[in-house]
Every structure is written in structure tokens, then in C-alpha cells.
């Protein structure tokens, strides 16, 4: 049993907790929630995406959990602090709580799929980098939602720290080199 769950409880109520924040920031901090709950599974899990569903104030969403999205939103929220409910922000101070015990619980695990993430995220952002030169219309469109895996391998990055991270470093600072060229030369 996770430590989330031992603490809450195993069964969630069926209807949404109430919240005393705005609808976003209310539905980011169920989906946090939801895998902060999950996240002794995930770890224990070969799985690098874990895919969960929640109900939100703004709907049912699907998000695929990993280490690197669920710390995104802990920052998220954290960045919205003043507009969180006295509440929520106790809620989200259990999610922190939550997620330093199982760094602290499972640190094999812990620094395995932060790894995996980031080869995942760096791999996809290299694709697109070599697809550039032979389409530059695909580089335009696709800019945007491509460099959140570039966004994303640098937050994975800054989670492991420098020491654990020095070799995917490197690997990051060797793509990001290919973006000081010209697409023809890459």
C-alpha cells in the first residue's frame, strides 16, 4: 500500500473533493493526486507512461503520468500558490510530501525512470530535429508541441541534478548543438 494511500485512505470518495481553488488549478491538483496516489505502483512498474483517469471539475481527464509530469505540475501549482485555497494548499503540500518519500523509498527506481524519461523525450526531439531538413513545413507546424519533449528532457535534468544527470547532459547539449546550425548543414 502506498504511503498516500495509507495516510488517505485506500478508497476515494466517487464524487470530486471539494476544492477552494479555480477549475484548472483544481483540476491539476486531482491529477497530481491521482498519481501522487499512484506512484509507488508506477515505480514498482516497468511502465515509463502510466496512463490514469480522473474526474475534474472541468471533466474526466487522461494524462499519462511520469515522474517528469507530475512533478511539472507540483510546479505548476506551486507557481499559482496565491490562487490555491487554503485547502488545496494543504492538499498540494501532501503531494510533496508524497513525492520525497518515494524518492527517498525507491531510489533505484526513482533514478531509472527519470533516466528512461529523459532518452524517451530526447529521443523523439532528435527525430524531429533530422526530420527538419527534409521538411521544413513540418519544422513550422510542429515547433510548438515538438519542443516540449526538448522543455521536458530539460526539466528531467534539473530533477536528477548535476551529478546523477552528467551524462544525459552531455547527450542534451549535443542535440541542442544541431539548433546552432542551419537545417540544410544538421
Do not use: C
Not at 133 to 156: C, G, M, T
Amino acid at each position: 500500500m502506498s504511503w498516500f494511500k495509507k495516510r488517505f485512505g485506500s478508497h476515494r470518495p466517487e464524487k470530486t473533493p471539494a476544492s477552494d481553488s479555480p477549475p484548472e488549478l483544481a483540476a491539476k491538483l486531482l491529477e497530481a493526486e491521482k498519481f501522487a496516489d499512484q506512484l509507488d505502483a508506477y515505480l514498482l512498474s516497468d511502465r515509463l507512461f502510466w496512463q490514469i483517469s480522473v474526474e475534474t471539475p472541468l471533466g474526466t481527464r487522461q494524462p499519462k503520468m511520469t515522474l517528469g509530469s507530475l512533478y511539472e505540475r507540483i510546479q505548476e501549482l506551486n507557481a499559482h500558490a496565491n490562487e490555491l485555497g487554503a485547502n488545496d494548499r494543504q492538499r498540494l503540500a501532501t503531494i510533496e510530501r508524497a513525492w520525497e518519500e518515494a524518492q527517498r523509498r525507491f531510489p533505484a527506481q526513482w533514478q531509472e525512470k527519470l533516466r528512461r524519461e529523459f532518452k524517451s523525450y530526447m529521443h523523439n526531439w532528435t527525430y524531429f530535429l533530422e526530420q527538419r531538413a527534409s521538411n521544413p513545413e513540418r519544422w513550422a507546424q510542429d515547433y510548438k508541441f515538438e519542443v516540449r519533449n526538448r522543455e521536458r528532457a530539460r526539466l528531467i535534468l534539473q530533477i536528477l541534478g548535476p551529478e546523477a544527470a552528467a551524462d544525459l547532459a552531455r547527450e542534451y547539449e549535443t542535440v541542442e548543438e544541431t539548433l546552432d546550425r542551419p537545417p540544410e548543414d544538421a
